[in-house]
């Protein structure tokens, strides 16, 4: 039976990590266009990136929702239920859109506020801009993916993704350097290029599950889904996605977040701080998708009632994600020296690059364990206390923490990363004992 869940995990979970190196790829293209371009471009980036971020993370944490609500459908095979809440989340997408939009806007005006340098507003203006445009496309996108997910149909957002990935690099190559008779528009085209590729996922996911022969059961599902179910799975969406969006955004927030404290050290460690998150989410995009697996697996069970089947599934989640966690860090550490060199022709940038990889790799193991347990979690739907937890590990431990070791005692862009061991041990033991109390509760055999 365990054998039987490593091998459905890692089928299931593979194409999810392609997905998730092609998001990788991506950032890694952008941070070394953007920084052999200009450092100062690098660094706006880094700033506008790292707020920006909780846009989509939030956006993507909403959508976790729907994995608890369509899991259970396709564990009892009742796909047009199933189809029938996708109405319900374009609602509630719809919605979100909006207060996204305009959160986004309230910080395009407040960047002059926010104590950064100031020859990098008007790099950080335009940039923002283009991505404000881009938020509609980037939230049909992550429903539909979601959705795909759940179903088992992980392929199909790999193709997507991949695909608009490598039209995203085409692009940054195009408009950022002026190849091809283009304009050079440095920062501002990467922007743009990050834009249309938003369009060009959300229009492919919604083609494909309009016109696949294999989605139309789902597709019939939305048509006909009537109004008294669309309002239950509209206020579902909305009281588990609102908290598992909170939950999501707290979570990697202390990452984003952060770069206000780096932004008071300087233009360089922020640019250094890019490249450091850079190679965190070339890490937890990995464990991601692994943990993906693992939450639409619960969500699966929870529909069938199996309590065991929904411990083993999360211990085997774990031991694949130590694995590869294992792997990656070893060249990570080994070559730790020259990463820098990678994304920025400043050696001060390396050399602070070099020093924080130590705090990264040694956050590797809390973080595999609070990836796998927070997608359990997920998968049950069991977004409330979650979102507690995640408040308690990462606002009340890790920014104060972060501050106090970076800024209040002088220790600069490390510092503020040695933080990130602490809160993300924390969050690992709080999910922990949700865990296992949601287990003792829930009425399974």
């Known amino acids: 039976m365990k054998n039987n869940h490593y091998t459905a995990l890692i089928r299931l979970g593979t194409p999810v990590v392609i997905g998730q190196i092609g998001n990788l790829v991506l950032n890694f293209a952008d941070t070394f266009m953007i920084g052999h371009h200009s450092t100062m471009e690098l660094a706006a980036a880094s700033f506008v990136n790292n707020i920006f971020v909780l846009v989509i993370l939030f956006a993507l944490g909403f959508n976790f929702a729907l994995t608890p609500i369509i899991g259970p459908f396709i564990g009892r095979e009742e796909h047009d239920k199933a189809g029938g809440v996708m109405k319900a989340a374009a609602y509630a997408n719809t919605m979100l859109t909006i207060g996204l939009v305009v959160s986004a806007v309230a910080f395009y005006f407040t960047l002059p506020f926010f104590g950064?340098?100031?020859?990098?507003?008007?790099?950080?203006?335009?940039?923002?801009?283009?991505?404000?445009?881009?938020?509609?496309?980037?939230?049909?996108?992550?429903?539909?993916?979601?959705?795909?997910?759940?179903?088992?149909?992980?392929?199909?957002?790999?193709?997507?993704?991949?695909?608009?990935?490598?039209?995203?690099?085409?692009?940054?190559?195009?408009?950022?350097?002026?190849?091809?008779?283009?304009?050079?528009?440095?920062?501002?085209?990467?922007?743009?290029?990050?834009?249309?590729?938003?369009?060009?996922?959300?229009?492919?996911?919604?083609?494909?599950?309009?016109?696949?022969?294999?989605?139309?059961?789902?597709?019939?599902?939305?048509?006909?889904?009537?109004?008294?179910?669309?309002?239950?799975?509209?206020?579902?969406?909305?009281?588990?996605?609102?908290?598992?969006?909170?939950?999501?955004?707290?979570?990697?927030?202390?990452?984003?977040?952060?770069?206000?404290?780096?932004?008071?050290?300087?233009?360089?460690?922020?640019a250094a701080h890019q490249v450091m998150i850079t190679l965190s989410m070339f890490f937890y995009n990995i464990y991601l998708g692994i943990a993906t697996a693992v939450s639409i697996r619960v969500s699966h069970f929870v529909g069938m009632q199996e309590r065991q089947a929904i411990i083993e599934v999360t211990k085997s989640g774990f031991f694949i994600i130590i694995a590869i966690a294992t792997i990656m860090a070893i060249p990570i550490v080994l070559f730790r020296h020259d990463i820098g060199s990678v994304f920025s022709s400043d050696p001060l940038v390396g050399q602070l690059v070099a020093a924080t990889v130590i705090p990264l790799i040694v956050y590797q193991v809390s973080d595999a364990f609070q990836c796998c347990l927070a997608n359990a979690l997920r998968g049950l739907g069991e977004m409330r206390p979650m979102m507690w937890a995640a408040f308690v590990a990462y606002f009340l431990v890790s920014l104060p923490l972060s501050w106090f070791l970076g800024i209040k005692m002088g220790f600069g862009l490390v510092g503020i990363w040695s933080s990130f061991p602490v809160c993300l041990t924390v969050a690992g033991l709080l999910y922990y004992i949700i865990f296992i109390n949601s287990l003792r509760t829930k009425q399974m055999t």
């Not at 008779?181 to 494909?208: D, K």
């Open 116 to 270: 950064q340098p100031d020859e990098l507003l008007p790099l950080m203006k335009p940039y923002l801009l283009v991505n404000i445009l881009s938020i509609p496309f980037a939230v049909a996108g992550c429903q539909f993916k979601q959705f795909f997910d759940t179903i088992g149909r992980t392929k199909v957002s790999m193709y997507v993704l991949v695909s608009a990935n490598i039209l995203n690099i085409v692009g940054n190559y195009a408009f950022i350097y002026g190849h091809w008779g283009c304009p050079e528009l440095g920062l501002l085209g990467a922007g743009l290029s990050t834009a249309v590729s938003r369009i060009v996922i959300a229009l492919s996911f919604f083609i494909i599950y309009v016109r696949s022969k294999s989605c139309r059961v789902f597709f019939n599902g939305t048509v006909n889904a009537k109004g008294c179910e669309v309002k239950t799975h509209f206020r579902k969406i909305n009281t588990l996605g609102w908290m598992s969006a909170i939950q999501s955004t707290i979570e990697c927030g202390a990452f984003s977040l952060v770069a206000i404290f780096v932004g008071w050290i300087g233009t360089k460690p922020l």
